[in-house]
């Protein structure tokens, strides 16, 4: 089908969002030159306010318009117990159950030989550097039930545990391979309750 530049260049754009496949992107579009120009231009300006005014908090690395971010600025969370996320919609998913009050740490990916991502890619460094400051006690890793993340829990135990921290894992509740973001509430609750020490 022929759309004419302006238009194709807009369903190429579309395109490229994840999950949006050409179908999509060219009915997204179709759906944009229709509706009220002021529409159009608040989307489009919501996209460059909130690339603009959002940044990774200098501490537990989640997304956040202010530095340190509210949770970590929050003296009613608790400080002793943190927990390890790969990315900041884990923390997004975590924080819509309700069910967790301590502090998080967002490593942004996991450990993969096979993508070539080693520690030094992940904020371990930041990781390890934060908990010889901060009062924390107990870790919980909570990166996907993939072999990945199973192998990043493991690397980080190994780490975090000859330097004393209680370190716990969540696993039961969690469908192997199913990830934490699409996880309902209960689901998340449970897995938290019945997280395991790593030995
Ligand atoms: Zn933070």
Same mark, same amino acid.
């Given at each position: ?124 460094? #930041? ?20 072999? #990945?993340? #199973? ?41 938290? #309750? ?6």
């Amino acid at each position: 089908m022929y759309f004419a530049e302006p238009v194709a260049k807009l369903i190429e754009h579309l395109g490229k969002l994840p999950g949006i496949g050409p179908k999509t992107a060219q009915k997204l579009a179709l759906y944009l030159l229709e509706i009220p120009e002021e529409e159009a231009r608040a989307l489009a300006e919501a996209i460059i306010t909130a690339r603009k005014n959002t940044k990774y908090c200098s501490v537990c690395f989640n997304l956040t318009d202010t530095d340190p971010c509210a949770i970590c600025q929050n003296p009613g969370r608790n400080h002793r117990l943190l927990m390890v996320v790969e990315e900041p919609k884990d923390v997004a998913a975590m924080e819509r159950t309700g069910s967790f009050n301590g502090i998080y740490h967002v490593l942004h990916g996991v450990l993969s030989p096979i993508k070539g991502i080693g520690p030094e890619d992940l904020k371990v460094r #930041e990781l390890l550097l934060r908990l010889s400051r901060e009062p924390v006690e107990e870790i919980i890793i909570a990166t996907n039930p993939t072999v #990945e993340g #199973e192998a990043t829990a493991m690397y980080l135990a190994s780490l975090l545990k000859p330097l004393n921290f209680k370190v716990t894992r969540i696993a039961h509740g969690l469908p192997v391979g199913s990830d934490i973001e699409y996880a309902d509430e209960l689901t998340i609750r449970k897995a938290l #309750e019945g997280r395991r020490v790593l030995e």
